[in-house]
């Protein structure tokens, strides 16, 4: 099973709604991460995962509260988000957290795409 | 400042034109450069990764090498089902992390007709 599962595909929700993102992988994977795509622009890397632990942060706005409640499960919580926020939402995992010893690769879900009107 | 930059950033070609693709990077200890293909509405997809300079790794129609300086992806006798954005990302040490960041390029959204 080489598989990044993401739930729910679409969401839409309103500026005063708490929706949560879901992302599971059972390869045994001990790294995860959330990345956010806007159209036609490249991922660009939200938080990580390392051993069930926030390992990075990368100065994101607090209304993205991320969780991992084992190994396999990743969710992120959404809490008062703008229009701009909306976007392509995709988790990924890896073997361990890239470190500049590693050469880590990445598996992507297919992400959940976010409208927030 | 560290940069990932792709070319072009679009390419429209005939089925069985050969082609390639450009990722040049201007990153300072670099630890692994990945081709990843992204299809709409989808999650990039690994493709190849290259550690050093005048590496090559092939993957059918597909053949990725690496310089000191870029990367190239070539396109040998395309299908219209190789049609998507192709995305180069280069892991590299941050200044001030002790993780390899890995940084996007733009991408390259590739069409090929029949």
């Known amino acids: 099973d080489t598989e990044v599962t993401q739930t729910p595909k679409h969401l839409v929700m309103g500026m005063t709604n708490k929706k949560s993102l879901k992302c599971e992988q059972h390869m045994g994977h001990r790294a995860m991460y959330w990345y956010k795509q806007k159209a036609k622009k490249p991922p660009e890397l939200m938080f990580v995962?390392?051993?069930?632990?926030?390992?990075i942060n990368e100065s994101v706005p607090s209304r993205f509260s991320p969780e991992c409640p084992n190994s396999s499960l990743l969710n992120l919580h959404l809490h008062a988000l703008q229009p701009e926020d909306s976007a392509l939402y995709l988790c990924?995992?890896?073997?361990?957290?890239?470190?500049?010893?590693?050469?880590?690769?990445?598996?992507f879900g297919s992400g959940t795409q976010l409208s927030v009107l | 400042e560290d940069q990932v930059t792709q070319s072009p950033e679009a390419l429209r070609l005939q089925e069985g034109e050969s082609s390639s693709l450009n990722c040049s990077y201007t990153?300072?200890?670099?630890?692994?450069l990945f081709w990843y293909r992204q299809d709409p509405g989808k999650g990039p997809e690994f493709l190849f990764t290259?550690?050093?300079a005048g590496e090559e790794k092939e993957k059918e129609r597909l053949k990725a090498t690496l310089t000191k300086k870029e990367s190239f992806l070539h396109i040998t006798a395309p299908k219209p089902e190789d049609s998507a954005t192709y995305l180069c990302?280069?892991?590299?040490?941050?200044?001030?992390?002790?993780?390899?960041?890995?940084?996007f390029g733009q991408g390259t959204i590739l069409t090929v007709h029949p």
């Open positions: 990924a995992s890896s073997q361990e957290e890239g470190t500049i010893t590693t050469n880590e690769k990445l598996f």
């Open positions: 995962y390392s051993y069930e632990k926030l390992s």
């Open positions: 290259l550690y050093s």
């Open positions: 990302a280069v892991r590299y040490l941050a200044g001030g992390t002790s993780y390899g960041k890995l940084t």
């Open positions: 990153v300072s200890g670099l630890r692994g």
